[in-house]
């Protein structure tokens, strides 16, 4: 059975985090603004038989139902609110592209610079929740995996620019919360920015490649397992990344059960030394309370 996570407050968003959603969903309605606002669309081109400019056209409708099935199949794997708001926010911006252009050519490129500023300038807010992650940089990873091998690691390689890894972070923060212990951690490096680290564990940055985020099982500072897995190809095997797979694929409950003996081994074991101690006041050595360290991503 796993561990119940600590009370916590958990904070969805910030300022930031809400302006970057007003902005998206201006971006998504903007050309339904142009259409339908009545002072503008009637100086706008249309292909209806009725000559209104001020609805949509045979080809904008059928731009749109083609729009609706994209997001509905990549929605299909969206795990959070946060990857099903994406996917239609990425997608509206692309079919506002083209409808734009379609309409207007200098409206086009006006919305295609105003839409590239703002990706450019607004990244998506990233997650800063509670969490027992132990971030890794470049000279920390090795020494950290290796430095007692009765400890098992669950690593996460991700990207800054990746909105499948920030579509996670929340998940595996989460998991650490519940599954943390002595001889279970949790631990992230950012593949992105530390290259030759992924090089070396083998994992591409490309985005072609879809292999961020990745998790990796290290036990005695060795892989066991990873997933997604890779083919032939280097091309990263499908695979949902939702609580329940991480969970079932990487053993979770079974490995916190034993994580859990291992600690009571080591209780007990301290147990005995302080039995075998001198009486009080001869000096002699004291056993250390072993509590699971806590680490917090800079600010």
Not at 17 to 26: E, I, K, M, N, Q
Not at 268 to 283: C, N, T
Request: net charge neutral; proline share 4%; charged share 30%.
């Amino acid at each position: 059975m796993r561990k119940e996570a600590p009370y916590v407050t958990l904070v969805h968003g910030d300022s930031f985090g809400y302006a970057h959603v007003t902005l998206s969903y201006l971006w998504l309605r903007a050309f339904l603004i142009i259409r339908k606002c009545p002072g503008l669309c009637e100086n706008l081109n249309t292909e209806r038989e009725d000559g209104n400019p001020c609805d949509f056209d045979w080809r904008e409708v059928e731009i749109l139902m083609f729009l609706s099935a994209i997001v509905m199949m990549k929605n299909r794997r969206a795990i959070t609110l946060e990857q099903h708001a994406g996917n239609l926010f990425m997608f509206s911006k692309v079919a506002n592209v083209i409808l734009f252009f379609r309409l207007d050519i200098r409206l086009g490129i006006l919305y295609f610079a105003l839409i590239t500023a703002f990706v450019m300038t607004c990244k998506q807010p990233l997650y800063m929740g509670p969490e027992y992650i132990k971030y890794f940089s470049d000279k920390t990873i090795d020494e950290e995996l290796n430095q007692d091998s009765r400890v098992t690691w669950i690593v996460e390689f991700y990207a800054n620019w990746s909105s499948e890894c920030q579509s996670f972070a929340s998940v595996f923060a989460d998991l650490s919360l519940k599954y943390n212990c002595t001889g279970l951690r949790f631990g992230k490096i950012d593949a992105g920015r530390y290259d030759e680290v992924a090089k070396r564990y083998k994992i591409s940055t490309s985005p072609l490649a879809r292999q961020l985020p990745s998790l990796v099982l290290f036990q005695s500072g060795r892989e066991v397992m990873r997933r997604p897995m890779v083919d032939s190809k280097s091309r990263a095997v499908s695979w949902t990344f939702n609580e329940e797979n991480v969970i079932r694929e990487f053993n979770l409950n079974e490995l916190y059960e034993a994580s859990k003996k291992m600690k009571k081994g080591r209780v007990e074991k301290g147990e005995e030394e302080i039995h075998s101690q001198p009486e009080v006041g001869d000096k002699g050595p004291k056993s250390e309370p072993d509590f699971p360290a806590e680490s917090k991503k800079d600010k």
